[in-house]
C-alpha cells in the first residue's frame, strides 16, 4: 500500500520521535525544533490524549495521531494518584516498603493506558504501512512511554532513548547494562547523595533491591507482550539493550559522578538557552525592585492549583521579603498576597531568570526548572512534591545551592527564612554560579551533542562501536558467577588431592613405622 | 629564594609536564606542541638519561633536567628484558604465572631507575624552589613514570594523568576507581578481546588477580616512599586517585566499550593529522608501484634491529609480492632483499600511510603507528613484540583490519599470506575504514578534548566535579560488604527469633497439652 509520507525532498534526515508527555516533552521539543533548523524532517507519533504534544506540536512539526480508548482524564487521573503517593509515602526508611509497593500499583495504571497506545500503533496495519513508507532513519524515543523500541524494530530502524531516568536507575542498569556500585551511586528517588552514612547505605542498598523486585513484575507483562509482537521470545529489557545511544537528561552539574558506558551521552540542560527581553510591563515591575532584586516562582506545568490554606500561607511568606516577586499561579487571589508580589497565568520562566535583577528561583524542583537556574546561576528553593523532584532538590541541596522546604508540613516562617538564606548567605549564590560555569564549560554544549549523535545514527545506521558485550551474557556469565564456580571447584579440588595425599603419605608412613616396630 | 622561571609573560597558563619516554613522549610530544601554538608555557621536567625526550625538547619547549645516577644503557637494558620477557613468556594460559612473576621482577628493575629520578627531584631544594618560584597551573604526567603526583602536590597544583594503561586496568580500577566487570572487559595484556569463551573468561579473571597480586607487592614499596614524602600515612593509590583528569590514549575505534568516569576522557589518535606531501625522491618511488600500490612497514622506534636470518626470511616474503615496499630498517641489507623493497633509515609513517598508494602497514603494533593506520584506514600486518602490542593487534584482529604474524615462529610464507589477505581480501579494507569513519566522526578531535581539559583544570584549578565519592570509601565499603554483612545479619537474626518463637509455642502447646492429659 502506497500512502503519503512527510519526508521532504530537501531534508537531510527523516526523524521519528515516540515522546513522553510533560515536562519531558518540553524537553524532546528543543530538540525537536534543533534538528528541523538543521534540515531533518520530524514526525511525532503520539496518541490524540495528550497534556501537552500535541497542541503545541501542530505548529512545528508532523503529528501522526494514533487511536486509543483511553482520554485526557485517565492521565490526569494517573498523574493526580502520583501526586497523592508522594504527599502520603515520601521514601523514609520506614515507609519504603509501603512506597514501592503503592509505585507498583501505579505502574499498573500506567501499563493499561501505555499498552492501549502500543495497540493503538502495532495493530493498525494501515498506520504501520504508511510509517513503513517513510522511510525514517531513526526513531528517538522516550522510554517512559514503552514501545518506541518495539515500533523501531518493526520498521527496521536503529533507535535511541532520551531519558531523564528511571526509579534506581533500574533500566538503565539491567537494559543498558550501566554499572551503579551502591556504596557510593544513590537509587535515583532515594534523595540520596553520594555522601551516605552507614545507614543511608543500607537504605539505598534496599531501595535498588526494591525497585528491581517492582521492575521484575512490571516487566513480566511487557515480557510476553513485546514476545508476542516481535513473534520470538525475549524481554521488554533485551528490546531495550539495542538501543544505539541513551541521551541523559543530566549532567555532573547535577547528577553526582557515576560510571557510565560509551553509549550514554549526558545532555541536560540542552534545553536552556540565554535569556530574552521580558515583556514591557514585567520589566517595569521587575525593574520597580531596585537593589533588593526580584524572587521567582513556579511549580511547573503540572500542578495548576493549591489549597487556598496553603496558597495564603506561602503569599504572607512572600509579603515579608524586601524582593519582588513574580508568581506562576492561577488559583483564587490569597488574601494575604502582599504588594510586592505578583501573580501570573504563565511567565517567561528562563527570561526571568536570566535577568540580572533575579535573586532566588522558588521550585517544585523538576529536572527543566532546575536546569534553568544552573544555567543562570540562580540559587532554589525547593518546594518538591514527586516524582524526580525531591531527588533534584537533595541534589542542589547537597551541591549547596538550594534549601528545602517541606511542602506538606511547612508553616509560613519555614518558607520565610528558607528565601531570606538562599538571598542573604553569599554561598549559595557562589555554588550556583559555581554549577553555572560547569555547566557553560563543556567542550560541546549538550543540545549540539545531542544533535551530533542522533545524526550520527543516521549517518552509521546505529552507534555499534559503543555498544558493550555485556548485552551478549546472561545474568550469571555477567556476574562471572561460572567462573567463581569453577576457580571454588578447583581450589576444593586441589586441597582434597593435597590432604587425601598427606592421608595417604601419613598412614603409609605410619603403618611402616609400626610394621618396623613389630619386626 | 628567587630564581628565574620560565613562563612567558604574555602566555595563557603555564603548564609542567612530567613524562614517559619512548613511543609514550612521541604522543606527549603532540599535546605539548599544540599547548603551545596556544599560547601556553611549558617546561619538561625529566632526567637527562632519556632515549627520547631532552634530544626532541629542545627545539620547542624548557627542559628542565634532574640529576640522576642512572644511564641511557641502564634503560636500554631494561628495555632488552622486557622485549626477551615478552618473546620468552608470552602469557598464555600455561605460563601466565611465570609471565607475571617475570613482570615483576621487571618492575624491581623499573623502580630502582624510576625511584632515582623521583628523589633527583624531590630531594633537590633548589630544583623545587625553582620549580615553586614558577608558578605553574597544572601538572601532567605520565604515570608510567611515577612521581609526577607527588611532585605536583608538592607544588600545590592540580595534575592531570596522560595514559595509555596499566596492566590488567589495575591502576585504573584500583586508582582511578573505573569498574571493569572481568567477563567482558578483557584485562589490559591479556590478548582477548570483549567476546570470550568460557575458558577465556577463567583467563580473563586469572589474569586480573595475577595482576592485581603483582601491583600490590610493587605498591608496597611505593607506598612507604610516598608517606614519608607527604608526611602522613598514604598510599601510591591514594595520591593517584587525586588525579583531576586522566587523558587515555585510545577511543572505541580501537578499543572494546567499556564503563568508565565522568574524569576519563579518551582521545586516542589525538597525534594523528592529515598526509604532507613526501620527499621528492621517495614519491617518485611509491607512484612508480602503478596501480599495485605499496606496502609500509616499520617496527617503531624501540626495536632497531633484527637477526640476519629474520631479516632475510622477511625480505624474501616481501620480494615476492607485487606492491613496492618502504621499510624502516637500520640492520645489514639482507640478502633476499627484493627490487621492489627500499630500506629507510626513517620513514615518514603517517605520511606514507595517508598516501593514496598504501594497500598495507606491517606494524609491531604500537598504539601510534596503529592509530595513524586507523586515521588512514589502512589494513594491517601485526608483528608484535613485547608491551601492549600483542593486545593492540588483538584488537584489530578482532575488529577485522589486522592479521597476525608471530615473530618467533614465523616463516616467510607466513608473512607472504598475511600480506596478501589483507590487500586481496576487500573486508580488511572495508574494516580499516569503517574504524577510520569512526575515528574521524566525532563531535570534537581527540587533541582538541585532551587541551580543552588542560585549560579547564587550569581555568577551574582542578575538575572535583568530576570525581567520583568512590574515592572516599575504603575498599570494603566500596564493595558493601559492611551493609552486607548487617542485612544478613539482620536476616539471621528474624530467622532466629521467628525459629524460637515457633519453639517456645510448640513447647508451651506440647506441654499444656500433656499436662491437660495428665489432669
Redesign the interface.
Known amino acids: 500500500m502506497q500512502v503519503a509520507c512527510y519526508f521532504s525532498s530537501g531534508s537531510c534526515g527523516n526523524v521519528l520521535i515516540w515522546p513522553a508527555d510533560g515536562s519531558h516533552w518540553l524537553n524532546i521539543k528543543t530538540l525537536l525544533e534543533e534538528l528541523i533548523r538543521r534540515n531533518h524532517s520530524v514526525t511525532v507519533l503520539a496518541s490524540s490524549e495528550t497534556l501537552l504534544i500535541k497542541s503545541s506540536t501542530a505548529a512545528f512539526v508532523h503529528f501522526e495521531e494514533v487511536p486509543v480508548s483511553f482520554t485526557k482524564s485517565n492521565i490526569d487521573e494517573m498523574i493526580e494518584h502520583m501526586i497523592a503517593l508522594w504527599l502520603d509515602h515520601r521514601p523514609t526508611p520506614l515507609s519504603m516498603w509501603t512506597f514501592y509497593k503503592e509505585l507498583g500499583k501505579l505502574f499498573e495504571t500506567f501499563y493499561q493506558i501505555n499498552i492501549n497506545l502500543c495497540d493503538g500503533v502495532l495493530n493498525n496495519t494501515t498506520l504501520m504501512a504508511k510509517l513503513q513508507n517513510c522511510g525514517f532513519n531513526v526513531l528517538i524515543a522516550d522510554p517512559t512511554t514503552t514501545c518506541g523500541d518495539l515500533v523501531a524494530l518493526k520498521l527496521g530502524i536503529p533507535f535511541m532513548y532520551t531519558l531523564r531516568y528511571s526509579p534506581a536507575f533500574t533500566v538503565e542498569r539491567h537494559c543498558g547494562k550501566?554499572?551503579a556500585?551502591?556504596?557510593?551511586v544513590p537509587a535515583a528517588l532515594s534523595e540520596l547523595t553520594?555522601?551516605m552514612s552507614?545507614g543511608e547505605?543500607?537504605k539505598n542498598?534496599l531501595s535498588y533491591y526494591l525497585q528491581d523486585y517492582i521492575f521484575q513484575s512490571y516487566w513480566g507483562r511487557w515480557n510476553s507482550y513485546y514476545s508476542r509482537v516481535l513473534g520470538r521470545p525475549t524481554t521488554l529489557c533485551e528490546t531495550m539493550g539495542k538501543a544505539e545511544i541513551w541521551l541523559m537528561r543530566t549532567y555532573?552539574?547535577f547528577e553526582?559522578?557515576?560510571?557510565?558506558?560509551?553509549?550514554f551521552e549526558f545532555v541536560g540542560g540542552l534545553h536552556c538557552k540565554p535569556a530574552k527581553p521580558l515583556p514591557k510591563e514585567m520589566e517595569e515591575f521587575v525593574q520597580s525592585s531596585g537593589e533588593h532584586g526580584i524572587v521567582v516562582f513556579s511549580l511547573g506545568s503540572m500542578v495548576k492549583n493549591l489549597t487556598e490554606e496553603k496558597a495564603c500561607l506561602i503569599a504572607s511568606a512572600l509579603a515579608q521579603i524586601p524582593q519582588k516577586v513574580l508568581w506562576r499561579y492561577k488559583g483564587k487571589i490569597p488574601a494575604t498576597l502582599g504588594s510586592n508580589t505578583r501573580l501570573f497565568d504563565w511567565i517567561p520562566q528562563n527570561d526571568l531568570l536570566g535577568h540580572p535583577k533575579t535573586r532566588a528561583f522558588i521550585t517544585h524542583g523538576g529536572t527543566n526548572g532546575i536546569y534553568e537556574a544552573i544555567y543562570h546561576g540562580i540559587p532554589m528553593v525547593g518546594l518538591p512534591m514527586f516524582a524526580d523532584q525531591p531527588d533534584n532538590i537533595a541534589h542542589m541541596k547537597a551541591k549547596g545551592a538550594a534549601v528545602e522546604v517541606n511542602m506538606n508540613t511547612m508553616e509560613s516562617v519555614d518558607l520565610l527564612n528558607a528565601l531570606r538564606t538562599v538571598i542573604n548567605d553569599p554561598s549559595y549564590k557562589e555554588n550556583a554560579m559555581r554549577l553555572s560555569?560547569?555547566h557553560h564549560?563543556q567542550?560541546?554544549k549538550p543540545l549540539?551533542?545531542a544533535v551530533?549523535w542522533v545524526e550520527?545514527v543516521m549517518?552509521?545506521k546505529g552507534a555499534k562501536?559503543?555498544?558493550?558485550?555485556?548485552h551478549?551474557?546472561s545474568w550469571f556469565?555477567?556476574?562471572?558467577l561460572?567462573?567463581?564456580g569453577?576457580?571454588l571447584a578447583c581450589v576444593a579440588s586441589a586441597i582434597f588431592l593435597v590432604a587425601k595425599s598427606c592421608l595417604f603419605v601419613f598412614q603409609k608412613f605410619v603403618k611402616t613405622g609400626k610394621k618396623k616396630k613389630r619386626d
Chains 1, 2 share one sequence.
Open positions: 550501566i554499572p556500585p551502591v556504596s557510593y553520594d555522601q552507614f547505605r543500607v542498598t555532573w552539574d553526582f559522578p557515576r560510571p557510565y558506558l560509551p553509549n560555569r560547569i564549560d567542550p560541546v549540539d551533542r551530533f550520527f549517518r552509521h562501536h559503543l555498544r558493550v558485550a555485556a551478549d551474557l556469565q555477567y556476574h562471572s561460572d567462573v567463581i569453577f576457580l
